[in-house]
């Protein structure tokens, strides 16, 4: 267990939806990082908070949002969902914004649109 | 701009021989060099780092990084190979203190190896 949980696990759903996915940092932890995996584009990052705040926007679609929470989780809502949204998103947690550790790591949501 | 390359998509190994798995990076200044594994169905989880000091870098479950500066690369090595070794691969880069705070990672190489 990394200490970072991510729910579901898994998820279905059809076209058009919206879906939240939530992420729980590890203890002590205040950024969080959400990225999107998938097939042909491999580890693509979305979108980064740091104790509530936006700090960096990737390749996020204007569909999909997200926000961090005062108890530091974050949800990724996920909107007008299309086939090729379908991909493992991960979120991912570290104590600071520029330090030298790396990232603690979710197990992912699988996210399957139909 | 900061990038990482992983040339080869997949890496073949007979266990018990050494393994490579290729990583070059292109920043601005000095990076902060990362390799990760993913197992099936699993979140990736953190090999080693290179921030400063030693090139030769030692990390979890018998894996190594030389860190080159001059070839700008982070190759990721194991003298052994095992078969448990198989999984997803992936190289990340960060420049402290640039416009840039979130990790790059490559795409990943797969590593497979066969008994």
């Known amino acids: 267990d990394s200490g970072v949980t991510q729910t579901p696990k898994h998820l279905i759903t059809a076209t058009g939806q919206r879906v939240t996915l939530r992420c729980s940092p590890r203890s002590g932890d205040l950024s969080v990082y959400w990225y999107q995996q998938s097939l042909d584009q491999g580890l693509q990052f979305l979108i980064q908070?740091?104790?509530?705040?936006?700090?960096a926007k990737g390749n996020i679609l204007e569909r999909f949002s997200a926000q961090q929470f005062p108890d530091l989780h974050s949800e990724l809502n996920l909107s007008s969902l299309e086939l090729g949204d379908s991909a493992l998103y991960f979120c991912a947690s570290s104590v600071v914004v520029q330090g030298a550790e790396g990232y603690t790591f979710g197990s992912g949501t699988r996210l399957t649109v139909v | 701009a900061q990038s990482v390359a992983q040339p080869e998509d997949q890496v073949n190994v007979a266990e018990g021989n050494p393994l490579t798995v290729k990583c070059t990076y292109s920043v601005s200044g000095n990076p902060y060099l990362f390799w990760y594994v993913q197992y099936p169905n699993r979140g990736l989880q953190f090999l080693l780092k290179?921030?400063?000091?030693?090139?030769l870098v030692k990390g979890s479950y018998g894996f190594e990084a030389e860190f080159n500066k001059s070839q700008t690369s982070f190759h990721l090595k194991k003298p052994s190979a095992l078969v448990s070794d198989s999984a997803l691969y992936f190289c990340a880069v960060r420049v402290p203190n640039s416009g840039y705070s979130t990790l790059t990672f490559g795409k990943g190489t797969m590593l497979l190896v066969s008994p």
């Open positions: 908070y740091y104790n509530g705040e936006e700090r």
């Open positions: 290179y921030i400063t000091g030693d090139n």
